[in-house]
């Protein structure tokens, strides 16, 4: 089992409706959460991170974390296509020594106009 | 200032070339970090510095050589780079490493082709 799993999309929305992009984790130990938007040829960059069960609202985006799922959600409302991105879910893993931030692997959302 | 910076923004050199890649933060955090980054994958630990000193090295091949002069400074050497390692590098950096304050702020990145 990947340590931390999305679906890799592509995921397309109409312009003005909700994108939920979802993010599943394997270790049960995890206590910070982070999504991060990339454009393409960009670099990471910080959206939302959460570290409290429920949800957690930032202007069109909200975070909803389940730890005893070991889920945690974005969703963004009223898409635009300037959201077209991609959106990597990123976990903090405790390791031998260090915690560690994991990336999954990323899904791809297309907001069509 | 809330920004990382790095450069150069795009390097190519040959197998046989010596260059370094700079980053810089000023927000005052303590944990700086190196990412690999290939196409369509998620960024990818190489090293991790906390106070100035090296805290992670994820098994990166000795061609990649960090340094880290000072809190604000991180730089990566590079030496006998192979085609392979032609990626995006990104430099990030977090108030400290683990615990509640490790949200990682990214640099734009260079993008390095090796010949």
């Known amino acids: 089992q990947k340590e931390v799993e999305q679906n890799s999309g592509p995921l397309s929305v109409p312009e003005g409706a909700i994108a939920s992009l979802n993010c599943t984790y394997s270790?049960?130990?995890?206590?910070?959460f982070f999504w991060y938007r990339q454009y393409s040829g960009k670099s990471p960059e910080l959206i939302m991170s959460?570290?409290?069960?429920g949800d957690k609202e930032d202007g069109r985006f909200t975070a909803q974390l389940n730890k005893a799922s070991q889920y945690v959600s974005l969703l963004i409302r009223d898409s635009q296509p300037s959201d077209s991105a991609t959106y990597l879910c990123a976990v903090s893993s405790r390791k031998t020594s260090y915690d560690k931030v994991i990336f999954g692997p990323g899904t791809s959302l297309s907001v069509i106009p | 200032d809330t920004e990382v910076t790095q450069t150069p923004k795009h390097l190519v050199m040959g197998m046989t070339n010596k260059k370094s890649l700079k980053c810089e933060q000023h927000m005052g955090h303590r944990a700086m970090y190196w990412y690999k980054q290939k196409a369509k994958k998620p960024p990818e630990l190489m090293f991790v510095?906390?106070?100035?000193?090296?805290?992670i090295n994820e098994s990166v091949p000795s061609r990649f050589s960090p340094e880290c002069p000072n809190s604000s400074l991180l730089n990566l050497h590079l030496h006998a780079l192979q085609p392979e390692d032609s990626a995006l590098y990104l430099c990030a950096s977090s108030q400290v490493m683990g615990s509640w304050g490790d949200e990682q702020f990214f640099g734009p990145g260079t993008r390095l082709t090796v010949l």
């Open positions: 270790d049960r130990g995890s206590q910070s």
């Open positions: 959460i570290y409290s069960n």
């Open positions: 510095y906390s106070y100035e000193k090296l805290s």
